[in-house]
């Protein structure tokens, strides 16, 4: 069953829940073949009934100890801007689609984001802007995200260290 | 007279101390504390999401840095656990030891209030640096690690022993530094960043692509 996972990390973001709930948001998702909506809603004041949605199966929860079996089953990510989020989802090799939270200004993580999208690793859209980035979407477009080298770091300490 | 001569004393102390300060700094490239076998690590841990990425890279450094002593700020359980998942909890002593200092800064905090707590962070960390003398001190961009560097550098300063400091900025960071790093640019050994548009904006830092 094709699955959707949307993630707000430790923030809330109802305007998202909302959006993605929403009768016509779910039309679209099920016209692209996702049946099944998974939310974690974090400190977000909604927590939708699982009945709440007519055009998909849906489940939400707040927390979990670990939602990387949930980016495991997931076949599209959405997600807020938070770095932790973002690095999870591209490090499980899901396609995320990004959704910036507009009424947060200035907001430092944007800056991961944003760049990540310029590198063509992420989609990127607005709650306003969602319905149509899921009827349009190409994530065909999307390159794969390079894993971390944190041996790079070791090697170049040993050496200046002059650790044998 | 006894005036003049104290204002000379303590300004020949000053200029000394500047000097000092400018050869510790200098000095570096030439320290390789890795010729004695091992080498002891001061980690910052910080909080939340910068313990995670400091423990991702503990994990690839090999057995000769060790022991490793953790700095967390006192307000901080979590990373604490996170820290003995990562070492096994393994009451065998001298391999790993857990301290708490007060924290410089919360997040959000204004810039006067936060001048304040990070002096008290110093109270903490001028003892706890004399008494663990580390070789070198590994940090990724919490607060607390601004008193525990200043602490480093003051040891190398009182020519009591050269500790190296070893940045690592976070990921997040792509175009600007955060306000550790800009303070750590200055002051550390080894400044890593992790997008190369940061290194062309600060030519002294290493880019070695994604590390964390």
């Known amino acids: ?164 | 007279m006894f005036l003049i001569g104290a204002v000379f004393a303590l300004f020949v102390l000053c200029l000394l101390f500047i000097v000092r300060f400018c050869i510790v700094l200098k000095t570096g490239p030439s320290c390789k504390p890795g010729d004695k076998g091992y080498v002891s690590v001061l980690v910052v841990a910080g909080s939340g999401g910068h313990t995670t990425e400091i423990l991702r890279l503990m994990e690839h450094l090999s057995a000769a840095y060790s022991p490793r002593h953790y700095v967390v700020a006192d307000t901080d359980r979590m990373s604490v656990e996170k820290i003995c998942t990562f070492e096994g909890c393994d009451p065998s002593p001298s391999q790993f030891t857990v301290c708490r200092i007060p924290r410089s800064r919360e997040v959000n905090q204004s810039w006067a209030s936060s001048a304040v707590s990070t002096l008290k962070a110093l109270q903490y960390s001028i003892p706890l640096v004399f008494r663990l003398r580390p070789d070198m001190v590994l940090c990724n961009g919490p607060g607390t690690c601004v008193p525990l560097c200043v602490a480093a550098l003051l040891l190398g300063i009182l020519g009591i022993k050269k500790i190296l400091i070893v940045y690592v900025e976070s990921i997040c960071r792509v175009q600007t530094l955060s306000l550790t790093g800009k303070i750590l640019y200055l002051l550390s050994d080894y400044f890593f960043v992790q997008w190369s548009s940061l290194r062309t904006r600060y030519p002294r830092s290493i880019f070695l692509g994604r590390i964390v």
Do not use: W
Request: hydrophobic fraction near 40%.
């Open chain 1, 1 to 164: 069953m094709k699955t959707v996972f949307v993630t707000v990390g430790t923030t809330s973001f109802d305007e998202l829940i909302e959006r993605i709930t929403s009768s016509e948001v779910t039309q679209e998702l099920k016209i692209r073949g996702y049946e099944r909506l998974v939310l974690q809603v974090g400190r977000g004041s909604v927590l939708p009934a699982a009945d709440s949605c007519s055009h998909v199966r849906l489940e939400a929860f707040r927390f979990k100890d670990s939602i990387a079996e949930d980016m495991r089953q997931a076949d599209l990510v959405v997600s807020h801007a938070g770095a932790g989020s973002c690095l999870e989802a591209l490090g499980a090799g899901k396609p995320l689609l990004v959704v910036v939270n507009d009424k947060l200004m200035d907001n430092h993580q944007l800056e991961l984001a944003r760049q990540l999208h310029m590198d063509n690793h992420l989609l990127y859209c607005t709650c306003s802007t969602l319905k149509e980035t899921l009827r349009d979407m190409d994530l065909s477009v999307l390159q794969p995200f390079p894993p971390r080298q944190p041996k790079n770091f070791a090697n170049f300490l040993d050496k200046a260290l002059g650790v044998k």
